[in-house]
C-alpha cells in the first residue's frame, strides 16, 4: 500500500524521451511530403527533401528539419538514460545535425527552385549543409550498428541482425547518393526512410527497458 502514490518522475521523463523518437520520423517524412507534393518544381527523383528549404515557403521546411532535429536530440538522450548509452549519443549527434543543416540551406539543384537550369558553384552554406548532413548520417548509421552489439549482447540476435543490417542500409545509402549525385537520390531516401524506421522501433524496444513510472503498476 506505500507505493500506491509513488510516482518515479525519472522513468517518466525518460520514457517521454523515447516517446519523440517514435514520433520524429513520421512527422518529418510527412510534413516533407506534403511540402514537395506543393511545391512547384520538385521532382522526388532528382531532389532530396533539403532543397525544400530554398525558395517561397522554404521556411517551411526549415522548421520541419529542426524540429524534427530537436525530437532526435531528445530521444538520443532518451536511449542514454534507457541504458543503450553508445546508441543515444550517435542518436543525439545525427539530431544536432539535424538542427545545424536547418540553419545552412543547401545549394540550388537543378529544376528547383523553379527556373534553375543547371548546378551552382557550391556556397559555404551548401558546403556545411552538406557537411552537417554527413556527419548525421554517418552517426545514424553507426548507431544502429551500436544498438546491434547492445541487442546481441541481450541474446536477441535476431533483433540484432535488422539492427545492423538498417546501419549498413543508411550508410551505404547516403555514401552512394552523396558520390552520385542526381543520380543516387534513390540512396538518399532509402537512407532518411530506412533510418527512422529504425528510430521508431529501437525507440520502443528500449522504452521496454524503463520501469513503469507508477511504482504500483511495476
Not at 130 to 155: K, S
Amino acid at each position: 500500500m506505500a507505493h500506491e502514490n509513488e510516482f518515479d518522475t525519472t522513468a517518466a521523463v525518460t520514457r517521454s524521451m523515447l516517446g519523440w523518437g517514435v514520433v520524429a520520423g513520421p512527422f518529418y517524412l510527412l510534413v516533407g511530403l506534403v511540402l514537395a507534393l506543393t511545391r512547384e518544381g520538385f521532382d522526388f527523383a532528382r531532389h532530396p527533401l533539403s532543397v525544400l528549404m530554398l525558395g517561397d515557403g522554404g521556411w517551411m521546411q526549415i522548421a520541419n528539419l529542426a524540429l524534427s532535429g530537436v525530437m532526435v536530440l531528445v530521444a538520443g538522450i532518451g536511449l542514454v538514460r534507457a541504458g543503450a548509452r553508445g546508441t543515444g549519443i550517435a542518436v543525439g549527434i545525427y539530431g544536432a545535425a539535424m538542427v545545424a543543416s536547418a540553419i545552412f540551406p543547401p545549394d540550388p539543384m537543378p529544376g528547383f527552385p523553379p527556373g534553375q537550369e543547371g548546378a551552382t558553384a557550391m556556397s559555404l552554406s551548401g558546403v556545411l549543409h552538406f557537411a552537417f548532413g554527413g556527419i548525421g548520417f554517418i552517426a545514424f548509421g553507426v548507431a544502429a550498428l551500436l544498438l546491434g552489439g547492445w541487442l546481441a549482447r541481450h541474446g536477441e540476435r535476431r533483433h540484432a541482425a535488422w539492427s545492423r543490417v538498417a546501419g549498413i542500409v543508411v550508410l551505404v545509402g547516403f555514401v552512394g547518393g552523396a558520390a552520385l549525385g542526381p543520380a543516387g537520390m534513390g540512396g538518399l531516401w532509402l537512407a532518411v526512410v530506412v533510418g527512422f524506421a529504425w528510430l521508431l522501433l529501437a525507440s520502443l524496444r528500449l522504452y521496454r527497458e524503463v520501469p513503469h513510472p507508477d511504482l504500483a503498476r511495476r
